[in-house]
């Protein structure tokens, strides 16, 4: 079966918690701290490969969940990292953030990773936190923590030239004759219903490959039909050949090229601005040539006429596609207006708060913020030493004055993260 979009869940593992001892021995008569540093959490890691062609194994929303960091030990014994999780997906395959739809990468190159959730690193033991004026810390980090994310993945085929058209206008047999490739082919719309692959080699040595595109229909750019599923594996193809039946079939060749010419602008991507190769099909039928002559009448087009049953004129497409891609760039993905260099206005990003205050009922108050509650987390407060740390860096960034201003009163209770504490002035 033919995946071309999944959804899954990654979650990178947590940095061990760093360790709190200390050592002594008899001929070390102040050994001092000896907690070690916890080890790094396991990242989330995608592999492009190959020899996988479909998101098949991704049809259900899986979650990959990386191992947490091995505990810092005694004798500033260090934690052992936690071996990264290694996911493959098929070469084409781009990555998004489902939350805002944000680009992660694009793995287009076999044996290319792409780091998608970093592991926590690990929480520094004691001996870290040893100086002249503490000589005997019992403190220690816990390990930072792992990141967790949905991500989309799209599968967008590499092929360096496609074939559009509507159903049954011979794309398939085409693709049949001039490769090794064996679609599925009927005398029914939408026999094709996945895109296939077929490289094509051309008698002077060359070769690329051409990908059979399911058919498209009038508003496809907006979901119809197999629209979007068509449109997505057409934006790597550097050229585009546009088949156009020209049997007896009662369709207007006229008002397909006109569908398909508009459908193309409206996706995007840049797609009416590639080398097009108008082709006319099943020329092999009666009355052919005379509606070409008609449809190079009213469009002002030049088509190439060809047969896929007696192949003529196959050949001499194939050589136009090879002389076309030798002069062809790739084209970008994501089609924006860059403007010139001398007019870009770069600014800095706004400054993230360290904290914000939220009031639910008149008793309780809740402190939130990303950077507040990762610190929290990363302190050992076990120890009146890690108690003492949190406090402090909370009376640093003034929480106790926000909430006074607030109107908090004696006794009201105040959460941070799954940590309680009752407020007084």
């Known amino acids: 079966m033919f995946i071309d979009r999944a959804v899954i869940e990654v979650r990178s593992g947590k940095g061990g918690d760093g360790a709190i001892a200390f ?10 701290p000896a907690g070690g540093n916890g080890g790094r959490g396991a990242s989330i890691i995608l592999k492009a490969n190959s020899k996988i062609n479909t998101l098949f194994n ?11 960091g091995e505990k810092g030990g005694i004798k500033n014994q260090y934690g052992k990292n936690s071996q990264d999780v290694i996911i493959e997906v098929p070469v084409g ?5 489902e939350k805002e739809h944000r680009f992660l990468g694009d793995l287009s190159t076999d044996g290319l990773t792409l780091k998608v959730a970093k592991g926590g690193r690990g929480g520094r033991g004691n001996t870290c936190f040893k100086s002249s004026t503490n000589r005997v810390p019992r403190i220690a980090e816990n390990g930072e923590p792992g990141e967790t994310k949905r991500l989309i993945l799209e599968l967008k085929l590499l092929a360096d030239v496609g074939l559009v058209g509507f159903p ?10 001039v490769s090794s490739a064996k679609p599925e082919i009927a005398d029914y719309p939408f026999t094709t219903i996945i895109p296939n692959l077929g490289v094509v080699r051309v008698k002077d040595g060359r070769s690329f490959v051409l990908a059979d595109l399911p058919g498209i229909i009038e508003g496809a750019h907006q979901g119809k039909g197999l629209g979007l599923q068509f449109l997505r594996h057409i934006e790597r193809c550097r050229i585009i050949v546009h088949v156009i039946d020209m049997s007896e079939s009662g369709r207007d060749p006229v008002n397909d090229y006109k569908i398909i010419q508009k459908e193309l602008k409206e996706y995007g991507f ?12 099943k020329m092999d039928e009666e009355g052919a040539k005379d509606r070409l002559k008609d449809f190079e009448k009213k469009t002002k087009v030049k088509c190439l006429p060809i047969s896929a049953l007696t192949e003529e004129g196959v050949e001499e ?4 596609c090879a002389d076309l891609l030798d002069k062809t760039p790739a084209f970008p993905l994501f089609d924006k207006d860059e403007e010139e260099l001398e007019n870009k206005v770069y600014t800095l990003p706004e400054e993230e708060k360290e904290f914000e205050i939220k009031h639910p009922t008149n008793n309780t108050w809740i402190i939130t913020g990303d950077k507040i509650i990762k610190f929290y987390r990363m302190t050992n407060i076990s120890t009146d030493d890690g108690m003492m740390k949190l406090l402090t860096r909370l009376r640093k960034l003034k929480v106790d004055d926000k909430l006074e201003e607030l109107g908090a009163k004696d006794g009201d209770l105040v959460y941070l993260d799954d940590f309680t504490f009752e407020y007084y002035r």
Not at 23 to 30: G, N, S, T
């Open 270 to 281: 840049g797609l009416d601005k590639r080398p097009v190769i108008v082709v006319a099909s």
């Open 58 to 68: 991704f049809r259900h929303s899986k979650c990959f969940i990386g191992e947490d």
């Open 93 to 97: 395959t781009m990555v998004f953030e």
């Open 317 to 320: 497409l194939l050589y136009r």
């Open 23 to 32: 050592r002594r021995e008899k001929y070390v008569p102040k050994g001092g």
């Open 168 to 177: 049954s206008v011979g794309k398939s047999t085409l693709l049949s004759v």
